[in-house]
Structures are given as structure tokens and as C-alpha cells.
């Protein structure tokens, strides 16, 4: 991954094949899509079969990072250095065309291609605190200090961002040329996300008010 | 997949590993977590290696649906059948504990293993239709009638659901005892999905409203 736009060389994992046309390579754009999703699908091969398991993700710098359970077959096959393909994809609109087959939906999607790596024991802490932010925003210095042996039970795996690209679709209908002056209406119905009204834990501590970053948008 | 609740027999490809207690083996778990999802992220093996795509997807009866272009890498590895993994994730709310390793997210996830099998041609334009329907809620009826060549054109791809499995996550944050006391907030923030308004395409024709499915909640 690079400041470029360049399309990756032919047979590059990374090049997108189908509407190429909505395909983006560089940083800016694959960064702002990782960042808006909070959950991807890690697909591995498993004995010659592929393997596909929705996991947290939180890009921090130039790198991917999954976190799991130290007993966790996928978590071991990742620190294991194997290949995987990370996908996510946040779901904007449906694109209502006047006819079935030219509906569609405005997406942001990006495919990560690497290997896992595991994060060495000192640096997971600041990693993991970066996960947690990501995945609730604005919630660092919230919680309790961690204590070791929760850090040392976690498994914290990252992979590289240099064979990844972006794919994102925008706009509205793209009918056929003869279908437009049909009466039939067409456009883009958006799909919106919110954060709703936090709500309490059964047990609680007397006093304690939910804050404010429960309020944030997401 | 049955009407049971057993879990697959152990090294059963579906049988969740990680966080057991979350996994639901019965039809209507997985039926109505998949049809909550309007994007699957599909993993082939591509040369050894992993791919993940994300792909509409629609359940319609005992089956998964994924469409796309004949010229289509991903389909035509699909059409011969190759093995095939496709999992979906909805998340519904962010939880957050007194400790930030014991943060969570509740979710509906499934994952689906099968192999792809190519809809022959007379079945597929019933199950476009339904496909559309599940994409677009009430919009059956709204669009221009299919040209044949637009049939032609698509690939239906349907993976058999024997080999599935869900795994929820609700409820609030699960803390350590000693943490409960804490003068620290716990509690879940939800994650709300919504349609919002419809917007009329740059070309439509004059005089042509948005229709009521336009109008439904997602």
C-alpha cells in the first residue's frame, strides 16, 4: 500500500477484479474504510478448505490487528504466521433501479491479504488500549488498569496493509438507457447506523451515570 | 441442519470452537440470523491461499444464495463447485465493561460451509425475484419486467445449509466479581440500523414518487 493510486500489477492478490472501476489502492481511501468497521472476516484455510470467522478489527498505523483467546485454533494457526484474507464492508445504501437486475447497494468494502504475526509481549498493552478506543470511541481511561495475566491470555496478531485494497460505490441508479423514462421510480434508500440510548448494567454500582462517549455517533 | 439443537459431532467443520455457550445449531437461529444479513463475506481457497469477497446474499429456503456475473472469477470457482465458506455478522450493540478486556459486542453471527452449485437456468428467474425481495423488503412488483439477456448474464450460485452454525451475543458485560463494586460505568450501548429517506434518482421521471417499501425499516 502506497500514497499511489496505481493499479496493482496483474495477478496482484490485491487487484480488484470485478467493477474495477469502483477499486481504490491507496491509503487514504482503504484507511477510512478500515477505520469505519469494527468487524471483519478472517478467512483461513483450514486442512485445504477455507474458513471464514467474523472477528473485532482495528487498524492502528500500517497494520490490521486481531485479538483473541491464546486457545483459539484460528489465533494459533495466525500467530503461526499462516495466510489469511480479512474482509469487511459496511453497507451505505440499496440502489433502487427501475429494473432488478441494475439494483445495487453503496458500499465501503476493503480485502486485506497477508500473514498473521504475533505482537511481541511489551508492545501489546499500548496495541490493545488502541483496539479497545477504536472499537469504543473515546472510551480510554475508562476502565480499571489491566492486570497481567489478561493481557498475557490474550493473543494479539497483526498483518501488514501493503496487499489490500478498497472498493467503494457511490451514487445512485445506473439504468439503461431505455428504462429512464418509464414511470417507475428509482434512487437510493440509505442505511444509517446510530448508537442507541446506553443502557445500564443489571448490577451497576449506586450512583455511577453512563458517559459521555456512549453518546457518541458511531 | 436440523430442527435439533445437538451440537455437531467434535472435528464437525460447523462446530463452534471459541465461546461454545454462544453457538445455536437450530433452524430458526440460523434462518433468522441469515436473514437479517444482506452481505456475506465468501472465502475460497484461490492457488492454496485465502480469498474473502463480500457478496449480497439472500436465504431462501433450505439454501444461501450469492448472484454475480458469469465473467466472474469468484462465480465461475463457485459454478464448479469448489468448497466454499460464507459467514455474516450483524452487530448490535458495543458492551462495555468495568474492564476493557472483558469489553464485548453483542452480535448474530453466522457461518455457512458447503460447495457452490450453479441454479439451472429455468429456476433462476423465481429465485432472482426472491433474492431482490430479500434485498429490497416489498419491492417485488415494482421493477420493469427482466430481458432475457439480463438472466443470461447472471450467474446463481446456492450453497446447501446442512453444514452452518450460528453464534449469538446478547446481554450486558460479563466483569470479574471483584470489579462489579467499581465506581466504574457497565452497560451496553446498542448499534441501530435504519432506512433513511429515500432519495429520487438525478433522472427520474417527472412525476414519479417513492413507493412504500421505500418507507420500511431495516
Redesign the interface.
Known amino acids: 500500500m502506497t500514497d499511489a493510486t496505481d493499479t496493482p500489477a496483474k495477478g496482484a492478490?490485491h487487484r480488484v477484479?470485478?467493477s474495477a472501476n469502483r477499486a481504490a489502492y491507496d491509503r487514504d481511501t482503504l484507511y477510512a474504510v478500515l477505520d469505519a468497521c469494527?468487524?471483519g472476516?478472517?478467512?483461513?484455510?483450514d486442512n485445504?478448505?477455507?474458513?471464514?470467522?467474523?472477528s473485532?478489527v482495528a487498524r492502528i498505523g500500517d497494520h490490521l490487528y486481531l485479538h483473541?483467546?491464546n486457545s483459539?485454533?484460528?489465533f494459533k494457526a495466525l500467530a503461526d504466521g499462516c495466510?489469511?484474507?480479512?474482509?469487511?464492508?459496511e453497507?451505505d445504501a440499496?440502489v433502487?433501479?427501475?429494473?432488478?437486475?441494475h439494483?445495487s447497494?453503496n458500499?465501503r468494502?476493503a480485502?486485506v491479504?497477508g500473514r498473521g504475526e504475533r505482537v511481541a509481549e511489551e508492545d501489546k498493552v499500548a496495541l490493545?488500549?488502541a483496539f479497545?478506543e477504536h472499537?469504543?470511541p473515546g472510551?480510554t481511561g475508562?476502565?480499571?488498569p489491566?492486570?497481567a495475566k489478561?493481557?498475557k491470555a490474550?493473543t494479539l496478531i497483526r498483518i501488514g496493509l501493503d496487499e489490500a485494497s478498497a472498493k467503494v460505490r457511490t451514487g445512485?441508479?445506473v439504468?439503461d438507457k431505455d428504462?429512464?423514462?418509464?414511470?417507475?421510480?428509482?434512487?437510493?434508500?440509505?442505511?444509517?447506523?446510530?448508537?442507541?440510548?446506553?443502557?445500564?448494567?443489571?448490577?451497576?454500582?449506586d450512583?455511577?451515570?453512563?458517559?459521555a462517549f456512549?453518546l457518541n455517533g458511531?
Chains 1, 2 share one sequence.
Open positions: 492478490l477484479r470485478q469494527k468487524v472476516h478472517v478467512a483461513l484455510v485445504g478448505r477455507p474458513i471464514s470467522i467474523p473485532a483473541g483467546s483459539s485454533r484460528l495466510d489469511v484474507c480479512v474482509s469487511v464492508c453497507l440499496l433502487v433501479a427501475r429494473s432488478a437486475m439494483c447497494m458500499y468494502s480485502v491479504f490493545l488500549d479497545t472499537l469504543i472510551s475508562h476502565f480499571r489491566h492486570l489478561e493481557i490474550t445512485g441508479p439504468d428504462d429512464i423514462e418509464l414511470p417507475i421510480w428509482a434512487g437510493v434508500v440509505p442505511i444509517i447506523t446510530l448508537q442507541g440510548a446506553a443502557i445500564d448494567a443489571d448490577d451497576l454500582a450512583g455511577v451515570c453512563a458517559p456512549t458511531s
